[in-house]
Structure formats: C-alpha cells, structure tokens
C-alpha cells in the first residue's frame, strides 16, 4: 500500500497539464477556479473505474496481458522520469471551466498512463478483497485532485519556487519514478 501511495502522490503532484493548469487558472481565477478541479475530478473517476473494469476483464480472459501491462507501467516511469529530467519549460493553458477540466481527463495521456500503471502494479496483482480493490480505483482520482488542489491553493507560491528550483524539483521526481520502476522490476523477476 506505502508503494501504490507514493506512486500515486509522486505521478499526481508533479508538473504536468493538471498541476500546471490548476495552479495558473487559480492564480487567474482565485478559488472561484475550483470549478476546474471539480471537472478533473469527475474525469479522472471515470478513466480510473473504466480503467479498472477493462484491465479486470481483460487479465481474466488473457492472462498474459497483466505481465505486459507490468511492462508497459514500468517503461511509462522510465518515461516519466526521463521526461522530467528534460523538462525546461512549463505548458499553462488560461481556461478553466468544470467541462474545460472534465474533457481535459478524458484526453489526458498522463491521467490514462497514470491508472493504467497503478491497477496492473498495484492493484489487480494484490491478494486483497475487490471493495479494497475499487477503494485503491477511487483513491486514484481523489489523490489527483487533492494534488490539483495543492497546486491551485498554492498556485503562485509554487509556481515561483518551482521556477527558481526547477532542475531540482525534476531530479526528484525523475528520482522517485526511476526507483519506483526499479523496485517494480524486481517484483517481476
């Protein structure tokens, strides 16, 4: 569980079309923005509980389709990391709508990627009961909108100190999903 948790806070609150919009429609709009957040929420719920039924459903019937999910979950934190190391410049986008945020998760590669890796490392391979299954499913979109709202809240604090320490805040993150990669290559082996 302490595994699935930071993979979900560390994937959830670094810089990407979530966080980034977040904090520069709360900047723009304050807490009236919060609308936005409210609409990824929704989103992310869906593509996390879609998630969850397809990859379910599909690991009953091909089997073999949960070791090449593993994979393709350990090479998308490899990805991950090595995009945060690159990372020189960020991405806002001045909407900020609930429907701005709520079609934004359904397009959202990263938000996809995201439940993808997390039900096939760490939910559907864990010999725990389905209610705590599908709790795992809906702690997915509830940890990405707590990170939303971290960067909304905080939105022009974050975004001065993330500017000036940038490099490091990316080594970091890029450092915690290479190791989580890592220690997912060695429950495979």
Request: hydrophobic share 55%; aromatic share 12%; proline share 3%.
């Amino acid at each position: 569980m302490f595994e699935f948790f930071i993979y979900l806070v560390t994937v959830a609150i670094t810089p990407g079309p979530n966080t980034i919009l977040s904090m520069a429609n709360a900047a723009e709009k304050g807490l009236k923005g919060v609308t936005l957040n409210l609409g990824m929420l929704i989103g992310i719920t869906f593509i996390a509980s879609f998630s969850y039924i397809l990859i379910s459903f599909l690991s009953r019937f091909i089997p073999q389709i949960t070791l090449l999910l593993q994979i393709l979950g350990i090479a998308y934190l490899v990805y991950l990391g090595i995009k945060m190391l690159k990372k020189t410049t960020t991405d806002s986008n001045k909407t900020g709508t609930f429907i701005d945020g709520l079609m934004m998760q359904l397009m959202n590669v990263k938000v996809l990627m995201l439940c993808v890796t997390a039900i096939s490392e760490y939910i559907l391979p864990v010999s725990i009961s389905n209610t705590e299954k599908w709790i795992r499913v809906f702690m997915i979109p509830l940890t990405c909108f707590i990170c939303g709202l971290v960067w909304a809240v905080a939105g022009s604090i974050m975004k001065g100190i993330y500017e000036k320490n940038r490099k490091y805040f990316n080594f970091a993150f890029a450092l915690i999903l290479f190791l989580l990669a890592v220690n997912n290559i060695f429950k495979l082996i």
